[in-house]
């Protein structure tokens, strides 16, 4: 069961560090999406461009050279 008898003001610090922990966490998950997310859109951007088809990866035919 959950506790009753705990006072949630006791627990933590002061308001600033509160505040410095929030800043803190917020960047990291911020920076944890952008540097996930953007390599993918820059990767699908490239690939609707006719000088980087090879980013294509589809599979070779029988007939080439790789297949």
């Known amino acids: ?3 009753i008898d705990i ?3 006791n627990l933590g610090g002061t308001r600033g560090v509160y505040i410095f ?3 803190i966490f917020n960047l990291i998950g911020l920076g944890l999406v952008l540097f996930l ?3 993918a859109a820059i ?6 461009v006719e000088a ?5 990866f589809v599979s ?3 007939d080439s050279i790789w297949g």
């Open 60 to 62: 070779q035919t029988d």
């Open 37 to 39: 997310s953007t390599p």
């Open 7 to 9: 006072i949630w003001r």
């Open 43 to 48: 990767f699908s951007s490239l690939k609707m």
């Open 52 to 56: 980087f088809q090879f980013l294509d």
């Open 21 to 23: 922990r929030r800043v």
């Open 1 to 3: 069961s959950d506790p």
